[in-house]
């Protein structure tokens, strides 16, 4: 039944360049994925700004009726940044867990089953204040950092393995996208007039339930990864239901031909940890470029620069009750600049996005630098240091806040890329945590000229892009693994005959090719 099927599939299936349409499933799935997981990290990463006076005075008061006497202004501002960094510090542990949870669970079922994690901390960060337990607040932030580390790495993972590779590109800039909407979101319902009271701040912390509620009652319907369902899972049959469901039907036959000579040249190849990821001498240019591309995006001062935003607005002209006002703003930028690299990723490419993005942060940077120094003696200058802060957010956004979590999917094929994805997402963690711990004592040593370093780094990352990571769009997963070979040393010409009597050739998971022919086979793939 399986063979007669996929037989029709070959006489409909014209050969040649597979080109899909994106399908109402498509982008029903990058939106429930992106609003129910992606969007609550970048909510959470805003949501401690505005209630931070009353969450003190919550923890104030609480000492005072246990001990009968308050906090000193050590002790308060200690426990309100360990509210805040716990985040980093779970978002860390979730990225340690992708590769494990999405073997055994598979893409979609990860995203499904962490959903638990969000309904525990909402519950404790929003029964808190009853309950007169700062505890409850600072463990809720460490369980939804958890499920933000799962979050930031398996929801591109889900979104790339589904995606056809015309569409690769703008459904893995989604995720970004919405997590800028989820700053914004926190930005808005932060204000005065809506949430930001200290009625309020218990409900404004815990609202995180309501997306992953509606991703919840919605998700378990759609498929699983038909690249998860027949590379590990050797399911003939739920792949083809899996693609029947995410392309038109014309295009089934070819993809799956794609993946199953992925699939050949990783037959004797299981899913590898992350200690032979970074043993593995085929992919290592792979793994240095998710290396470098994810600790640049943190370290390239986006996080750091909310630390001067408000002495630039204020330096400005912008009085202090407007300022608030004005960093809603910038969230505005943020969704603007994210939806320009969604729409433009198709056409211009990876490379020019992320290269393009990390020289204006870069150069910005420097702005900023040069503005502080010189606004004593020339006071336009306040205006031009409010400019460098918007070419800052709207590089950030256009290519380096989500083109990372898509490069890790695209370098590597299926066995190596929950390990990647693991590797990727704890040195962003680690690198977000060590911007926050290190730029207070290098802003006050360094002063203005601290963000010459983060120019530094942008500019190194862009170089780097520039010379070492090649143009993958419109490529498959088997394409781009060869594109790397070469920088491997590895001989791709040996044992050549005709082009059309190609074959890939295990080696380690990563194939050279050799003499034979690359047949359809729909038989070799059942279980």
């Known amino acids: 039944m399986k063979d007669s099927y996929m037989a029709e599939e070959v ?19 990058a939106f429930l994925t992106s609003f129910g997981s992606s969007m609550l990290y970048g909510y959470n990463l805003a ?37 805040v960094s716990v985040f980093a510090i779970g978002g860390l542990l979730g990225s340690l867990m992708v590769g494990m949870l999405v073997t055994r669970f598979g893409r979609k079922g990860t995203v499904v089953n962490s959903t638990v994690l969000v309904f525990i ?31 930031l790495s398996v929801v591109p993972m889900y979104l790339g393995e589904i995606a056809p590779k015309n569409l690769r590109g703008f459904l893995g800039l989604v995720p970004s996208l919405f997590i800028c909407a989820g700053v914004f979101s926190a930005q808005i319902l932060g204000l005065h007039e809506i949430l930001g009271k200290e009625d309020h701040w218990p409900l404004f912390l815990s609202l995180v339930v309501i997306p992953t509620f509606i991703q919840l009652m919605l998700l378990p319907w759609f498929p699983e ?70 600790i640049g995006m943190q370290l390239s001062g986006i996080d750091a620069l909310w630390f001067y935003t408000n002495d630039i607005f204020k330096n400005a002209g912008i009085p202090d009750p407007e300022i608030q ?42 702005g900023i630098t040069l503005s502080l120094v010189l ?3 020339l006071p336009f200058m306040r205006y031009v240091s409010v400019g460098c802060v918007v070419g800052i957010i709207a590089g950030f956004c256009i290519g380096p806040a989500g083109v990372p979590f898509l490069i890790t999917a695209e370098l590597f094929k299926q066995s190596h890329r929950p390990a990647a994805y693991t590797v990727g997402g704890s040195l962003n963690w680690i690198s977000n945590f060590t911007v926050g711990f290190v730029f207070p004592f ?58 059309d009597q190609l074959k890939l050739r295990k080696m380690n998971g990563y194939g050279t090719l050799e003499n034979g022919s690359l047949e359809f086979d729909s038989s070799s793939s059942v279980p």
Not at 11 to 29: D, Q, R, W
Not at 60 to 72: E, I, K, Q, Y
Not at 227 to 233: A, D, M, T
Not at 257 to 283: A, F, G, N, Y
């Open 225 to 294: 990864s038909p690249r998860y369902l027949l590379i590990e899972k050797h399911n003939v049959h739920a792949t083809i239901i899996a693609l029947k469901w995410y392309r038109a039907k014309c295009n089934i036959q070819s993809e799956i031909e794609e993946m199953q000579e992925e699939q050949r040249s990783l037959s004797s190849v299981e899913t590898v940890s992350v200690w032979r990821l970074i043993l593995d001498p085929l992919v290592r240019w792979q793994l240095l470029s998710v290396v470098v591309i994810n």
């Open 121 to 151: 901390a909402g519950s404790l960060m929003g029964f808190s204040r009853i309950c007169g337990s700062p505890e409850m607040v600072i463990f809720g932030r460490f369980v939804t950092g958890i499920h933000s580390g799962i979050s």
């Open 11 to 29: 006489l409909i299936t014209p050969p040649g360049k597979i080109t899909s349409h994106l399908t109402s499933s498509l982008l029903a799935v």
């Open 47 to 83: 949501v401690v700004n505005s209630p931070a006076v009353y969450i003190k005075d919550f923890y104030n008061r609480t000492s005072v009726s246990r001990n009968g006497t308050g906090l000193d202004g050590e002790a308060l501002t200690l426990m309100y940044s360990l509210t």
């Open 375 to 377: 606004q004593v003696h």
């Open 325 to 366: 006002y004005t960093t809603v703003g910038t969230g505005a930028i943020e969704i603007i600049a994210g939806l320009i690299g969604c729409f433009t990723i198709e056409k211009l490419g990876r490379r020019p996005l992320i290269i393009g993005g990390f020289l204006v942060m870069g150069f910005c940077c420097a």
């Open 442 to 499: 290098l802003q006050m040593s360094a002063g203005s000229y601290c963000y010459l370093v983060f120019c530094c780094v942008c500019l190194a990352v862009a170089a780097f892009v520039f010379f070492v990571i090649p143009e993958t769009k419109n490529k498959t997963f088997v394409e781009i693994s060869q594109m790397f070979a070469s920088k491997e040393a590895v001989p791709e010409t040996q044992g050549l005959g005709h082009l």
